[in-house]
């Protein structure tokens, strides 16, 4: 592999606009939370000064090198993944890595952050990080399924299971979008994604009120700040997958920002609406109509 | 040579002699009853001799003239054998009862000796009413000797012993009067040519003739007296009863059933068949010792009528298969009665006291396997032959009352066996050793081995090299006595050398052979250091364990299916004997033994209807097969399958696996299970390619799936450490059976990867957690936690094991996704893979559970002083780690040869590499490229953190953000029990123990249709002699029918 | 009229099981096989015999050169002399037999001896 110091800049640039939307962004929404809650909300800029006091915080303890490193896996899961999507369709450099692996790496890299933040957490020895990781991880084979049943009938659809050929092949008009041309295999995706991002009612693993914020309870100060971070590209990046995956991709950074928003506030809108699950009912929810469209996918592609 | 006639006269005379010595000189006495017999064995011998160097039979006539007018006596090479063997089991029985005879004097040695002379004579004449006459003459003999020990119980078997025999002795002359009346000869070949069943009368006598000798042999269900004698009688009488008369009656009906015709054969076959299955069936309840010798004893000689009575299909096999068959019954029947006197326990689970003199425990295993047929045994070869030929002549009926009958027996004495090698004997006695007891047993034991050696060189198609390496068995157990240290370095040498000698050719050669003899040699040798662990010579392990790798080895050298079945049951037997040794195992032991036996009759029916097909027993040959496709690749996945535990046929394994030692655990996991992959291979590679393999194999493949699915949730709700990994295993086992099932070459890849992965994490995983549990004593996970502290060396283990079992890149494990991706889009299997997928993640509950629950969160205040894994373990362990690291760093090193090798079965139909870079049908992956993307990123963040947190203070254990008050108490604190409650909540329903209350079903109906069955004998005598009655009327209007 | 011995001897054949099969007494059961061997005997010598010859006794009544065709089947009055001898060994066993059964349960029922069962 040569080493492509023009590649690596432009990566590092887009995790860079990726991470300050991600921020961007996720202030918008508790914003609009709050809003649909008749309270005021918090200020736009609000999560750069929650990184900043994380990183800037004097005191710091670590319960050992697993807990230490469980933010490294977290945060790797999540710039690793930036770096196998591809970003911008038509321009080479924003393809990022995703040369070096298709649609598969990406699914099972989303494991590499989870499992390593688990184990860190684990460390920790707090209970509710426990609980919230049992939940997490219970929850997360079932969103798997749906998404799995989606991807296969894509896969189908277009004959590939490289993401860059499943968006090139989406160019040229919205109609050709797989949202048209697979909307079932969309629907499926969509209530995926709702379990995905974590918003109400599938937040059970942070929990608010219940096991306060779940996995990450013991991290605080450098370590909460790199989880924060992590949050904010993770968020774009798995917005990012479902806009390559039904909405056609992005061709310019604008499109980026708006699709990705878009898909975004889906779960919001949502997750305002709806009180959150206990476990076995999200559980039981996503082995229900998700698992329909999603076998349905496949059966009109068959 | 000397006249056979001198048996007789030996005999005869020797017993009216005997009343000539002083009363008073017992021993005397018993000590030329002894010398007589040791003539009488000479004689026979030696004719034998004769006879096998090329000798011709002799016919004597006595009293000057020919039949018609006088008896006359053969004396050809099956007489010479029999005699022979009555002569040699009465010698060794009469030392055997030396002391018995002794006190109870001359008349009972004349008996004795009458008895033994009557069985010569009851093989030799070819008089019939001369056979009456001798039949009598050792009916009564019997009676004398059921009274050598004089118990109100052997009293009462004599009785009834004397009843039945009385009638069938009546029936039988009135028989003989009648064919003599319709042929006017005596003599059997007289008679039989005389065809007198051509007759209405003359039918009837055959009838008769023909009913009593089965009668004779105690035929299901009118055998109550039978099994009371075996029960009542002195262990070394009934040992004679079932050696020696057995023998004697079995061959009066082989000789005399010419008379009778065709339907004959018929009806003797399927009364054999029907006592075989029959008094198995109800042995399966017994649990007093020398009764279940008699249920057992009844069987054999059942399946022995059935194979006389299966002689027209037989043809020229049936001599072989008769003699290898009586002769495993003869030696171990013996044995295990003669057993049963030395340590007289009557209840089985007594028979624990055997471990208190382990070479007793070891000629009890060895009667035990023989009966079954395991090689090396005598049985093993009839068995095959006799499957063999009845399957060649289309009799499928007899194969399944057959197989089922063994199974039937298998049971018992497993159980049995278990129950001994298990159970405590601690408040048992100690064992009366009596030489004079010890040595016939020891001496029969060694001779199955021999007289099975024997038999192996007579078999075409067994390469002598089969066993060969054998031979290291016995040497090993010779040296039972040395210290762990030197057993282990010399069994590691024994398989290194093994492993020098054939890996190298195998890779130039055979890449498939190579990659299996790899897993299972070099897989033998790490696990076989981690032994160095051990202190004390724990005895009995190194034999059984190399006994393992021998079959293992010889599994993959095998040509021929017969090789491959001798391989087979070697490995069966070894592993048994390793899963049996962990604390708890005798149960798991019992149930993985009995799905083995299962299984191995599975083969054995689809060998054998392979066999009828073309007729060759080589491997390659089954490719040949054009018809019965469906029935033979269905059997031989089924038999293959017990070993791949899959859905339905698994639930030995979770026990077996999660009981067994730490080091065997590895052993019987990463390793044992793929013998099963490696049959399934085979067997594809041969039979994949028609259609109706392809339908199978669609079966299969979702048959995998489930099985996966299953596997991996239950394992998300144990509690057992080991039991997590056990069902692990099972849902690892069903991708690799669902990848094999594909038949594509993406499948096979996917297979390949996934067999090569599972043996390297599952092997760390067992390892490890074998070597946390020998630390902390426990299995339970929420009673370990927080171990990372103590244990960083199995941390590390586990953690690296974890990454790579759930398939997370960059690690190896990562290869088996991504081409298990491809090929299910490629056969478009989509939901059976969405099945196989969403396991795959289920993964991730037990192994968070696993890593968590053992080695994070809170430790225990009872453990916070424990060392780090040992040495020895860890040397393997990260050994194995290396190997996932260069696996995962360079896949392409481990693929492209995977493809080349696959391309011969199914060619290569996209999947093309460009260094580093694999592409697929449908996408692309860069192995090496991601490893050092993923650890460049994960260092610059690492270097990332390490500069904003440089500040860092490690705290103590329970300093947590806890409301109010800290936690004291790690109990309360660790998140461990149930961990998935909500989980279990929604989709538990998935794992209810349907399939194993299925099984425990079907057990509880064999033990009550035992239990409800076996009342049948009453106990009363004139019962039986009802049951005698009404089977000569049952068979007599089969006849007129 | 040759045939009634033969019938006399299945008759009592069928005596002696029926004595064999019902009775409950051991010494009668004894008996009953006595009964049930003297049939066998009557069956056997009814079998040999060829009506108007006389009995295989070679004497003054019997000539020796035509004696062949002069006397009955000589072969099963043989056996019956060896077949009464191997009864009486058995009746004398089953007697000895039944001496102990009684010496250890003080009775001669046999349904009082089902120590052995199953």
């Given amino acids: 592999m040569d080493f492509d110091l023009k590649r690596l800049g432009f990566t590092l640039l887009g995790l860079l606009i990726v991470l300050n939307w991600g921020m961007l962004m996720s202030a918008i929404m508790r914003k609009v939370g709050a809003r649909v809650a008749r309270r005021y909300g918090i200020p736009w800029y609000q999560p750069w000064i929650d990184l900043v006091k994380n990183y800037a915080l004097r005191s710091q303890i670590t319960h050992g090198i697993m807990f230490y490193l ?233 | 040579m000397i006249s056979p006639i001198h048996i007789i006269t030996i005999g005869l005379g020797g017993a009216f002699a005997l009343g000539f010595v002083s009363k008073k000189a017992k021993a005397l006495t018993t000590s030329l009853m002894l010398v007589a017999i040791a003539l009488m064995g000479t004689i026979s011998g030696s004719w034998l001799f004769e006879l096998l160097s090329g000798g011709t039979e002799t016919m004597v006539y006595t009293a000057g003239f020919k039949p018609p007018y006088s008896i006359n006596l053969l004396m050809g090479l099956n007489e010479a054998l029999l005699t022979t063997m009555i002569n040699f089991v009465g010698l060794l029985g009469g030392i055997y009862l030396f002391g018995n005879l002794k006190k109870a004097g001359s008349h009972a040695v004349m008996v004795f000796l009458v008895f033994i002379m009557g069985l010569n004579v009851i093989v030799m004449t070819r008089d019939a009413f001369n056979l009456f006459v001798f039949m009598e003459v050792v009916s009564i003999a019997t009676a004398g000797l059921i009274l050598l020990t004089e118990t109100g119980k052997s009293v009462q078997a004599g009785f009834k012993y004397m009843m039945a025999t009385g009638i069938v002795a009546g029936i039988f002359l009135l028989g003989v009067i009648f064919a003599y009346y319709f042929s006017g000869s005596l003599n059997i070949d007289d008679l039989a040519a005389a065809n007198i069943t051509a007759i209405k009368g003359g039918a009837v006598a055959v009838m008769m003739i023909l009913v009593a000798l089965v009668l004779e042999l105690k035929p299901f269900p ?9 029960e009542a009688s002195d262990p070394g009488v009934a040992a004679l009863i079932s050696a020696a008369s057995a023998t004697a009656f079995y061959y009066v009906l082989f000789k005399v059933i010419s008379i009778g015709n065709a339907d004959w054969y018929n009806i003797i076959a399927i009364a054999g068949m029907i006592t075989f299955v029959g008094s198995n069936l109800f042995g399966v309840k017994q649990d007093k010792a020398r009764r279940l010798l008699g249920y057992s004893s009844v069987g054999q000689l059942g399946l022995l009528m059935a194979i006389l009575g299966l002689k027209p299909y037989l043809g020229d096999k049936l001599e072989f298969i008769a003699i290898t068959i009586l002769v495993s019954h003869y030696l171990a029947k013996a ?30 295993g060895t009667f035990v396997f023989a009966l079954i047929g395991f090689p090396p045994f005598p049985s093993f070869y009839g068995k095959w032959e006799l499957i063999l030929a009845l399957s060649s002549a289309g009799q499928y009926y007899a194969i399944a ?132 662990a051990y202190k004390g010579k724990r005895e009995g392990f190194y034999p059984v364990a190399l006994l393992m790798f021998v079959g293992l080895a010889l599994i993959i050298r095998a040509s021929n299916t017969l090789e491959f079945f001798y391989g087979w049951e070697i490995m069966t037997a070894g592993s ?123 079966v299969l493949g979702w048959l995998g799936a489930i099985t996966a699915l299953v596997g991996n949730l239950a394992a998300a709700f144990q509690e057992d450490a080991k039991r997590l990994l056990a069902y692990s295993s099972i849902s690892q086992l069903g991708y690799i059976l669902f990848a094999l099932a594909m038949m594509s070459h993406l499948g096979w890849m996917t297979a390949m990867v996934y067999s090569i992965n599972h043996f390297l994490y599952k092997a760390i995983l067992f390892l490890t957690i074998g070597a946390v549990v020998m630390r902390v004593g426990t299995h339970y996970m929420y009673k370990m936690g927080g171990l990372i502290k103590n244990m960083p060396m199995a941390f590390v283990a586990v953690m690296i094991g974890i990454i790579a079992l759930s398939g997370v890149p960059p690690l190896s494990g990562f290869a088996g996704k991504w081409l298990f991706y491809n090929a299910v889009l490629d056969v478009q299997w989509y939901f059976q893979g969405a099945i196989v997928f969403f396991s795959g993640i289920i993964a991730f509950l037990y192994l968070f559970k696993l890593i968590y629950s053992v080695f994070l969160g809170q430790l ?45 079965w199914y060619p290569n139909s996209a999947l093309s590499w460009d260094g580093g870079l694999a592409t697929g049908p449908y996408g692309y992956w860069n192995g090496t490229g991601v490893m050092i993307t993923v650890g460049i990123m994960f260092m610059a963040l690492l270097g990332w953190l390490l500069l904003v947190s440089r500040k860092a203070v490690k705290v103590k254990q329970f300093n947590i953000v806890y409301s109010a008050e800290a936690p004291q108490r790690p109990e309360t604190t660790h998140v461990s029990y149930n961990m998935f409650a909500g989980y279990n909540k929604a989709l538990g329903w998935l794992v209810a123990p349907k399939i194993t209350e299925f099984w425990d079903t079907m057990t509880d109906w064999v033990h009550s249709v035992a239990h409800y069955g076996r009342q049948l004998y009453s106990g009363n005598g004139q019962v039986y002699v009802t049951y005698v009655v009404a089977y000569i009327l049952a068979i007599y209007f089969t006849m007129i029918f | 009229m040759e045939y009634v011995a033969l019938t006399v001897g299945f008759i009592v054949i069928m005596a002696g099981l029926w004595a064999i099969m019902t ?41 020796l050169d035509d004696a062949v065709n002069l006397i009955v089947d000589p072969v099963p009055q043989a056996l019956v002399l060896t077949a009464i001898v191997i009864g009486l060994g058995v009746t004398a066993l089953m007697l000895i037999f039944a001496m102990k059964l009684h010496r250890e349960k003080k009775t001669l029922d046999i349904r009082s001896f089902k120590d052995l069962k199953w």
């Fill in chain 2, 576 to 698: 048994y004997f390793l899963i049996i040794r962990g604390k708890k195992s005798m149960p798991h032991g019992l149930s993985y033994m009995l799905f083995s036996i299962a299984g191995a009759y599975a083969l054995l029916a689809g060998f054998g209807l392979s066999f009828a097909e073309t007729p060759s027993i080589e491997i390659s040959s089954l490719s040949a097969i054009t018809s019965n496709i469906t029935i033979i690749f269905s059997l031989l996945a089924i038999g293959f399958m017990t070993k791949t535990a899959s859905l339905g046929l698994h639930i030995w394994l979770p026990g077996a696996h999660a009981e067994a030692e730490s080091d065997v655990s590895p052993m019987v996991s990463a390793i044992l299970l793929k013998a099963g992959v490696f049959g399934l291979m085979i067997l594809m590679i041969a039979m994949g390619h028609s259609p109706e393999a392809t339908n199978i194999g669609y």
């Fill in chain 3, 23 to 63: 009775r409950k007494n051991i010494i009668r059961i004894i008996i009953g096989f006595s009964i049930f061997d003297t049939g066998l005997h009557i069956v056997m010598v009814a079998l040999a015999y060829v009506k108007g010859r006389t009995a295989p006794i070679l004497d003054n009544t019997v000539a």
């Fill in chain 1, 70 to 302: 469980g933010p490294v896996f977290r945060i790797s899961g999540g710039v690793g993944l930036f770096l196998f999507m591809p970003m911008i369709i038509g321009s080479e450099l924003w393809m990022n890595y995703s040369f070096q692996g298709d649609l598969v790496l990406l699914m099972y890299f989303q494991f590499f952050g989870m499992l390593g933040m688990a184990l860190g957490a684990g460390e920790g020895g707090h209970p509710n990080s426990a609980i919230g990781i049992s939940r997490g991880l219970s929850q997360f084979t079932v969103i798997e399924v749906p998404m799995t049943l989606a991807i296969i009938s894509l896969a189908i659809q277009y004959d590939t299971l490289s993401l860059v050929d499943i968006v090139k092949a989406q160019q040229g008009g919205f109609q050709n979008w797989t949202v048209w041309t697979n909307p079932v295999a969309t629907i499926a995706g969509m209530l995926a994604l709702l379990g995905a991002l974590s918003h109400s009612p599938f937040n059970l693993v942070k929990a608010p009120n219940e096991i306060p914020i779940g996995p990450p309870t013991e991290y605080h100060g450098a370590f909460l700040g790199v989880l924060r971070t992590n949050a904010a590209i993770l968020h774009v990046v798995e917005a990012a997958l479902f806009m390559n995956l039904f909405f056609g991709g992005a061709t310019n950074w604008f499109e980026f920002i708006l699709k990705t928003f878009l898909i975004y506030f889906w779960s919001v809108f949502v997750g305002v609406v709806f009180p959150r699950f206990r476990i076995e009912q999200s559980v039981a929810w996503f082995l229900k109509i998700p698992l329909v469209f999603g076998i349905l996918a496949i059966i009109l592609y068959m």
């Fill in chain 2, 860 to 904: 225990k205040d009872n453990l916070r002083h424990v060392k780090d894994i040992s040495i020895w373990f860890a040397i393997p362990i990260y050994t194995l780690i290396l190997g996932i690291m260069i696996f995962s760093a360079k896949p392409e090193w481990v693929l492209q040869p995977l493809g080349d090798m696959v391309s011969q």
């Fill in chain 2, 335 to 364: 044995g295990l009665f003669w057993l049963a006197g030395i340590i007289e326990q009557e209840n089985i689970k007594d028979w624990a006291i055997l471990r208190r003199k382990p070479i007793f425990l070891v000629l009890f």
């Fill in chain 2, 222 to 230: 009118a055998n109550g007296w039978a099994l009371d004698v075996y």
């Fill in chain 2, 401 to 532: 009352f057959i197989l089922i009958g063994s199974f039937l027996e298998g049971i018992y004495l497993f159980r049995w066996l278990g129950y001994a090698i298990k159970l405590d004997y601690t408040k048992l006695p100690e064992i009366k050793i009596e030489w004079n007891k010890v040595i016939p047993v020891a001496i029969f034991g060694v001779l199955i081995y021999v007289i099975g050696a024997y038999t192996g060189t007579q078999m075409s198609g067994l390469d002598s090299l089969c066993y060969g390496p054998l031979l290291m068995i016995p040497f090993l157990y010779a040296i039972d006595s040395l210290k762990v240290p030197i057993k282990n370095t010399i069994a590691i040498l024994g398989v290194a050398t093994f492993a020098a000698r054939v890996l190298p050719g195998l890779y130039e050669t055979d890449m498939l052979r190579f990659i299996f003899t790899f897993i299972f040699l070099v897989g033998g040798i790490l696990t076989l250091i981690a032994g160095y």
